[in-house]
């Protein structure tokens, strides 16, 4: 059975919702249905269907003054697992933010702010209080 992450983001609130789904789940977090009506869509391959056969899937919505992100993406590790995206104005990844939902060594998940000030990721702090995982 594959298994997938998911990370439901909505900047500005800083608020994340990190969940594990499996193919088989009937109510799947990610859906299809809005993409390009009231949310954009993009899919590693291109035109693949999450939870069958995409390797990455995420989506972009306007919420209000929110833009809501939602990642999703095939695990490969059964210990070492994670989904995230990072923004900067550079075409490479240094000088990125990060916003990541991983899973280290089995343990429980968590989700993560962080920096990459080159070619590698620092953790930044961030309010835990308003973190969620589903």
């Known amino acids: 059975m594959i298994k997938f992450l998911t990370l439901l983001i909505p900047i500005l609130s800083f608020y994340y919702i990190c969940v594990e789904a499996q193919n088989s789940a009937g109510n799947l977090p990610f859906s299809t249905t ?79 702010l962080s920096y990459n000030p080159a070619m590698y990721n620092l953790n930044a702090p961030i309010d835990q209080v308003n973190m969620f995982l589903v």
């Open 34 to 112: 809005e993409c390009g009506q009231t949310k954009g869509c993009m899919f590693h391959p291109d035109n693949c269907i999450p939870f069958v056969n995409c390797v990455h899937a995420t989506s972009y919505s306007l919420n209000g003054n929110q833009v809501v992100f939602e990642l999703l993406t095939m695990l490969r590790s059964p210990t070492n697992q994670w989904v995230g995206i990072g923004f900067n104005n550079a075409p490479q990844m240094d000088g990125s933010t990060v916003t990541a939902c991983a899973s280290f060594n089995g343990g429980p998940y968590s989700t993560a």
